[in-house]
């Protein structure tokens, strides 16, 4: 067997576009990518924008595996600073370990930076399943050990990929969401009828309120994306980062790269009045899956957020033959519109072995937790019951 040579790059422009995409999305070849997000362009956009790179601390090592001369696994590996824009956070962890002595950071993390979707990290040419990924997982923990790096995390991976990483010795830890799923609606009053009769009311009077705050919704893809609507985007995003995150993780030149090319993988949701944007929540459109991913106004209205964020994203979906809406990380909120519970999973591979037990600990029981949660909320969820007449 020719032997694997691993190489970890110091830019993702050092790997030309439709190698990486081979492995990173090669079902795009007959369509949409399952995913946008390890897409070259979408990985490339947000180095060339500033979003990641030098003074991010998201410092772009983009790990490839290659045989023979040809790329057949590779991941989007970066060199961390800080715990910020992960979504599966490890803060707790980080400040017991500086407290105890030793330097959390770096780090190393195979993601998709400011991204909480669930998609492939381990990315493997057809055929190459088994071999890439392991190559990958234990190129990266090597380096990782090699350059006395305190830990090495994988998230928002595939449940196969949390499996097969537990298998070769990482720790597995599993988290939640809150994702909508298309059980075969034809239309938005197919999904209400679903509902209890008293959820389905307040969808309806949450929409009646939302329609009247005085001017218009429109659903953008492609094309009918303009320059002058990412304007009034970044001033959306520019208030909902600097309110959640004190300082927004993308710069304006992100949506200008999103624009040239990235705008038929994007829905922009925008209300105006006036003739002038008020609102608007951006979302990315997956092979299956419709990603909600930043909500902002300049105007606050009642129940705005819930018509373009929620119910906007399950009528797109329904009518573009969608199977799921992911409306991002957190928000119990959700529930009562129809998102339930939904395990996410992650990998973490921690050098010393007294802490790894420690965490090791600590992830059984946020396990045991996280099953609980996930079992009770289910149970509150909106629909209606079997052989229940409401």
């Given at each position: 067997?020719?032997?694997?040579?691993?190489?970890?790059?110091?830019?993702?422009?050092?790997?030309?576009?439709?190698?990486?995409?081979?492995?990173?999305?090669?079902?795009?070849?007959?369509?949409?990518?399952?995913?946008?997000?390890?897409?070259?362009?979408?990985?490339?956009?947000?180095?060339?924008?500033?979003?990641?790179?030098?003074?991010?601390?998201?410092?772009?090592?983009?790990?490839?595996?290659?045989?023979?001369?040809?790329?057949?696994?590779?991941?989007?590996?970066?060199?961390?600073?800080?715990?910020?824009?992960?979504?599966?956070?490890?803060?707790?962890?980080?400040?017991?370990?500086?407290?105890?002595?030793?330097?959390?950071?770096?780090?190393?993390?195979?993601?998709?930076?400011?991204?909480?979707?669930?998609?492939?990290?381990l990315l493997t040419a057809p055929g190459f399943e088994d071999t890439g990924s392991a190559a990958l997982i234990d190129g990266a923990v090597q380096i990782a050990a090699q350059n006395r790096l305190s830990s090495l995390h994988i998230t928002f991976c595939t449940a196969a990929?949390?499996?097969?990483?537990?298998?070769?010795?990482?720790?597995?830890?599993?988290?939640?969401?809150?994702?909508?799923?298309?059980?075969?609606?034809?239309?938005?009053?197919?999904?209400?009828?679903?509902?209890?009769?008293?959820?389905?009311?307040?969808?309806?009077?949450?929409?009646?309120?939302?329609?009247?705050?005085?001017?218009?919704?429109?659903?953008?893809?492609?094309?009918?994306?303009?320059?002058?609507?990412?304007?009034?985007?970044?001033?959306?995003?520019?208030?909902?980062?600097?309110?959640?995150?004190?300082?927004?993780?993308?710069?304006?030149?992100?949506?200008?790269?999103?624009?040239?090319?990235?705008r038929d993988d994007i829905l922009l949701v925008l209300a105006e009045r006036d003739g002038r944007p008020v609102a608007g929540a951006l979302n990315f459109i997956g092979r299956d899956t419709l990603f909600g991913r930043y909500w902002g106004c300049v105007e606050d209205h009642?129940?705005?957020?819930?018509?373009?964020?929620?119910?906007?994203?399950?009528?797109?979906?329904?009518?573009?033959?969608?199977?799921?809406?992911?409306?991002?990380?957190?928000?119990?909120?959700?529930?009562?519109?129809?998102?339930?519970?939904?395990?996410?999973?992650?990998?973490?591979?921690?050098?010393?072995?007294?802490?790894?037990?420690?965490?090791?600990?600590?992830?059984?029981?946020?396990?045991?937790?996280?099953?609980?949660?996930?079992?009770?909320?289910?149970?509150?969820?909106?629909?209606?019951?079997?052989?229940?007449?409401?």
């Amino acid at each position: 067997m020719t032997a694997l040579t691993l190489t970890a790059h110091t830019s993702l422009a050092d790997i030309p576009a439709a190698e990486w995409d081979a492995v990173a999305c090669p079902e795009a070849a007959s369509g949409r990518p399952i995913d946008p997000f390890t897409t070259h362009r979408f990985l490339a956009a947000l180095d060339r924008s500033g979003s990641t790179g030098a003074g991010s601390g998201w410092q772009p090592r983009p790990l490839t595996v290659t045989q023979g001369g040809r790329l057949i696994a590779a991941a989007p590996l970066y060199a961390k600073g800080h715990s910020q824009g992960e979504y599966i956070f490890d803060h707790s962890w980080a400040d017991a370990w500086q407290r105890a002595g030793g330097r959390y950071y770096p780090k190393l993390q195979i993601a998709v930076p400011f991204t909480p979707a669930t998609g492939r990290r381990l990315l493997t040419a057809p055929g190459f399943e088994d071999t890439g990924s392991a190559a990958l997982i234990d190129g990266a923990v090597q380096i990782a050990a090699q350059n006395r790096l305190s830990s090495l995390h994988i998230t928002f991976c595939t449940a196969a990929e949390a499996q097969a990483g537990e298998d070769m010795g990482l720790l597995h830890r599993i988290t939640q969401q809150f994702h909508w799923e298309n059980r075969g609606y034809a239309c938005f009053a197919d999904f209400l009828a679903d509902l209890s009769s008293r959820k389905r009311k307040t969808i309806r009077k949450e929409r009646e309120t939302a329609a009247a705050f005085g001017g218009t919704i429109r659903c953008l893809t492609g094309d009918q994306i303009e320059p002058q609507h990412w304007d009034a985007f970044w001033q959306f995003y520019q208030d909902t980062g600097s309110r959640k995150w004190g300082t927004p993780y993308l710069t304006r030149r992100a949506f200008h790269e999103f624009h040239a090319t990235m705008r038929d993988d994007i829905l922009l949701v925008l209300a105006e009045r006036d003739g002038r944007p008020v609102a608007g929540a951006l979302n990315f459109i997956g092979r299956d899956t419709l990603f909600g991913r930043y909500w902002g106004c300049v105007e606050d209205h009642p129940c705005l957020h819930f018509e373009l964020c929620y119910y906007r994203a399950i009528d797109w979906a329904i009518t573009h033959g969608l199977h799921r809406v992911e409306a991002g990380a957190q928000g119990e909120h959700k529930l009562a519109r129809g998102y339930l519970p939904t395990p996410v999973h992650s990998l973490h591979w921690i050098a010393d072995a007294g802490f790894r037990e420690a965490v090791a600990q600590y992830l059984r029981a946020e396990r045991r937790a996280v099953d609980e949660e996930i079992e009770v909320l289910t149970a509150y969820g909106p629909f209606r019951r079997v052989h229940t007449e409401d």
